[in-house]
């Protein structure tokens, strides 16, 4: 078996094989053979091994993922003390202000989506639960990374880049670490339509005394409704109050 840097290769086939699935919502060996490259032999053999394990399924000649990953992904989310504490007071969000709540922590340098809860008017977007995002240009990771050590926030954007998603993307380093410094003397995170077009976002960090930030809420809407005393004012207040309710109910719970 072919090992690389203690990495075993087989392994890390199956993986890309299992997240080609996901990324093409279910292929065949010939389609999964030429997206990752790879023999048909190698495919069809990694897949029989992951659906003789019931990770995946197959129908007329068609792989996709099985819902036994289901199980793996809930236990993961459910480690993290955040979600549990935080899950109802995203709730309640939803349904004050009517949009779409997300909460989300930094995993290997990116943003990864806990929990997501819609209000009557929520957006629907392209975003899940596990959905991994870059930092830079979201309200969440501003207001993760201006709680996060300078040196590690440098080793994040070395190795993720700052990739443009609209032309409102921050991408340059001097004028991102400026606006982490904003964000941390104001109390929160603004995303003005860096990630998504028509989209605005505002976030708020969830700080606890023993761990640091450990993650961030943030409330999205469309730029028609996420402007003026809304955008400024109410939101931001709505945010800050239910991350103070959080970091208490961790801290002292």
Do not use: W
């Amino acid at each position: 078996m072919t090992t690389t840097r203690s990495t075993v290769q087989a392994t890390r086939t199956s993986l890309e094989i299992v997240e080609a699935l996901v990324r093409l919502g279910g292929a065949g060996v010939t389609e999964l053979a030429s997206e990752l490259d790879l023999p048909k032999s190698t495919v069809h053999n990694h897949l029989n091994t992951l659906h003789s394990a019931e990770y995946v399924v197959k129908e007329d000649g068609i792989y996709d993922v099985g819902l036994r990953f289901l199980k793996l992904g809930e236990s993961s989310r459910n480690r993290p003390e955040l979600y549990d504490v935080a899950r109802p007071e995203i709730d309640l969000l939803a349904e004050q202000t009517g949009e779409l709540v997300n909460l989300s922590v930094e995993e290997y340098g990116r943003g990864v989506y806990l929990y997501l809860a819609q209000g009557e008017r929520a957006v629907r977007l392209d975003t899940n639960a596990g959905m991994r995002v870059h930092l830079h240009c979201t309200a969440l990771g501003k207001a993760i990374l201006a709680h996060t050590p300078e040196e590690r926030v440098e080793e994040i954007l070395d190795t993720m880049g700052m990739p443009a998603r609209t032309d409102q993307t921050i991408t340059d380093r001097e004028t991102f670490f400026e606006e982490l410094e904003v964000v941390r003397e104001r109390g929160y995170a603004y995303d003005r339509q860096e990630r998504l077009n028509g989209l605005r976002c505002v976030a708020a960090p969830i700080i606890t005394p023993e761990k640091g930030v450990v993650g961030a809420i943030s409330i999205s809407g469309p730029t028609s409704r996420m402007q003026g005393d809304r955008f400024e004012e109410e939101i931001p207040n709505y945010l800050q109050n239910a991350a103070n309710v959080v970091e208490l109910n961790m801290t002292y719970s």
